[in-house]
C-alpha cells in the first residue's frame, strides 16, 4: 500500500475519533431529537461524553416519537427518541455557527419501526437550498447516518427534511461540531463522508 495514502487514511481515523471522544465541547450542538420536555437535557451520552441537549428550541414543528420498547436496549440514550414530521413536504432546523468555520455536521436516523407501521422511511435531507443526501432506510436495521464537513458562508445554518414520497421524514440526532479550518481543505466548501474504515496496524517485537 502507498504510505501517504496511509498516513491520509490513519490522519483520518484519529481525527474522528478525538471528535466524538473531545471534552472542549465549546460551540458544539448535539441534539436528542424529540425528547420530551420532562426528561433531563442537557445529559451527558455515556459513550462519547457528548452533552446533548433537546432540539424543541431549534425548530418549532414536528412530532415527537420513540422506538419500539423491545428495541431500546440496542440503542443508547440519544437514539430512542425522534422528531417525525407527518405535516408538510419541507420541515427544518435554524441554527447559529461561526461562519467561514470549517464544522462536522452528523445526523442519524434510527428507525426501529416507532410507529408500528414496519415500513422504512425514504426522504431527502437538505443543507440549505442544497441536496444533501437521501435518507434510505430500506434493509438499514440499525439506522443510517449522513456526514459532511462544511464551511458556512454565513453565521446561520438550516438543515431540511423534505418528504419526496408516502413515507414522513424523521431524525434521531443532529450534531454539529467546529473544527480546526486547517484539519480538511477543500475548494468547495464541503465534503461529503464517502467511506470510512478501520485501520489495524502491527508492530513486530523481536
Same mark, same amino acid.
Given at each position: 500500500? =502507498? +504510505?501517504?495514502?496511509?498516513?491520509?487514511?490513519?490522519?483520518?481515523?484519529? #481525527?474522528?475519533?478525538?471528535? *466524538?471522544?473531545?471534552?472542549?465541547? /465549546?460551540?458544539?450542538? +448535539?441534539?436528542?431529537? *424529540?425528547?420530551? #420536555?420532562?426528561?433531563? +437535557?442537557?445529559?451527558?451520552?455515556?459513550?462519547?461524553?457528548?452533552?446533548?441537549? +433537546?432540539?424543541?428550541?431549534?425548530?418549532?414543528?414536528?412530532?415527537?416519537?420513540?422506538?419500539?420498547? &423491545?428495541?431500546?436496549? /440496542? @440503542? *443508547? /440514550?440519544?437514539?430512542?427518541?425522534?422528531?417525525?414530521?407527518? &405535516?408538510?413536504?419541507?420541515?427544518?432546523?435554524?441554527?447559529?455557527?461561526?461562519?467561514?468555520?470549517?464544522?462536522?455536521?452528523? #445526523?442519524?436516523?434510527?428507525? #426501529?419501526?416507532? =410507529?408500528? @407501521? =414496519?415500513?422504512?422511511?425514504?426522504?431527502?435531507?437538505?443543507?440549505?437550498?442544497?441536496?444533501?443526501?437521501?435518507? !434510505?432506510?430500506?434493509?438499514?436495521? &440499525?439506522?443510517?447516518?449522513?456526514?459532511?464537513?462544511?464551511?458556512?458562508?454565513?453565521?446561520?445554518?438550516?438543515?431540511?427534511?423534505?418528504?419526496?414520497?408516502?413515507?414522513?421524514? @424523521?431524525?434521531?440526532?443532529?450534531?454539529?461540531?467546529?473544527?480546526? &479550518?486547517?484539519?480538511?481543505?477543500? !475548494?468547495?466548501?464541503?465534503? /461529503?463522508?464517502? @467511506?470510512?474504515? !478501520?485501520?489495524?496496524?502491527?508492530?513486530?517485537?523481536?
Amino acid at each position: 500500500m =502507498d +504510505s501517504s495514502l496511509g498516513l491520509r487514511l490513519v490522519t483520518i481515523t484519529l #481525527a474522528f475519533i478525538h471528535i *466524538g471522544h473531545a471534552q472542549d465541547q /465549546k460551540g458544539f450542538i +448535539s441534539l436528542d431529537c *424529540g425528547l420530551p #420536555a420532562n426528561e433531563l +437535557s442537557p445529559y451527558s451520552e455515556t459513550y462519547t461524553r457528548l452533552s446533548f441537549s +433537546s432540539d424543541e428550541n431549534f425548530i418549532q414543528s414536528g412530532k415527537i416519537g420513540r422506538i419500539q420498547a &423491545n428495541r431500546e436496549s /440496542k @440503542f *443508547g /440514550k440519544p437514539y430512542r427518541t425522534l422528531r417525525y414530521f407527518p &405535516n408538510g413536504t419541507r420541515n427544518g432546523y435554524n441554527l447559529s455557527v461561526e461562519k467561514g468555520r470549517n464544522h462536522l455536521i452528523r #445526523a442519524y436516523f434510527i428507525y #426501529a419501526n416507532y =410507529d408500528g @407501521f =414496519d415500513i422504512n422511511p425514504m426522504f431527502d435531507l437538505y443543507l440549505g437550498p442544497n441536496l444533501w443526501d437521501t435518507i !434510505d432506510l430500506q434493509g438499514q436495521v &440499525n439506522g443510517t447516518r449522513a456526514e459532511m464537513l462544511h464551511i458556512p458562508i454565513s453565521n446561520s445554518l438550516q438543515i431540511c427534511l423534505v418528504k419526496t414520497g408516502t413515507t414522513t421524514p @424523521f431524525i434521531s440526532t443532529l450534531e454539529i461540531q467546529p473544527m480546526g &479550518n486547517d484539519s480538511y481543505i477543500t !475548494d468547495s466548501g464541503s465534503l /461529503k463522508l464517502f @467511506f470510512r474504515g !478501520d485501520i489495524l496496524v502491527r508492530r513486530r517485537i523481536s
